[in-house]
């Protein structure tokens, strides 16, 4: 599958997933299942792990992990060009919201091992969601940039 042909179908699969959503919104609006003061306490909510996932270096270890499964600290630096100083901050802060899990692999019989970094279920879930939100952002922008090189 070409990478257009990737885009493509994320592009589809979305499409159904928001007019799902949309829909389900509308439902629960009219239904009086849902006020807008409790959907601003699920944003705010929300607010801390977007923050997160906002910062530099964070998608990339995040897609290092999905791509590449468990991973040492130098495999991390190496694979999502993060430098050695963010990476380390950016591990703790993903550690800290149970978006990856650190580990030690048993490598002999002397226990000597190595540190492995992994992903949760969490941490694939917000790297997963991440790819269509990064796909629109994408698109919109050059869309934008377009319309103003007009």
């Not at 493509?8 to 928001?18: G, P």
């Not at 270890?61 to 990476?87: A, M, Q």
Request: proline letters at 2%; charged letters at 30%; a positive charge.
């Amino acid at each position: 599958m070409d990478v257009d042909m990737f885009w493509e179908d994320v592009e589809k699969r979305v499409k159904k997933v928001i007019d799902g959503v949309e829909e389900t919104l509308k439902v629960m609006l009219e239904n009086k299942k849902l006020t807008v003061e409790e959907a601003q306490e699920i944003l705010n909510s929300l607010a801390p792990s977007f923050s997160l996932l906002a910062r530099k270096g964070v998608l990339q270890i995040l897609y290092t992990l999905l791509l590449l499964g468990p991973c040492t600290f130098t495999e991390l630096l190496e694979s999502s060009k993060v430098n050695r100083r963010t990476l380390s901050s950016r591990l703790k802060q993903l550690q800290r919201e149970a978006m990856i899990t650190k580990y030690i692999e048993t490598v002999d019989r002397e226990k000597q091992g190595k540190t492995l970094y992994v992903l949760t279920e969490k941490g694939r879930s917000a790297a997963l969601l991440a790819i269509p939100l990064i796909y629109y952002i994408s698109k919109m922008h050059k869309s934008s940039s377009l319309h103003n090189s007009l």
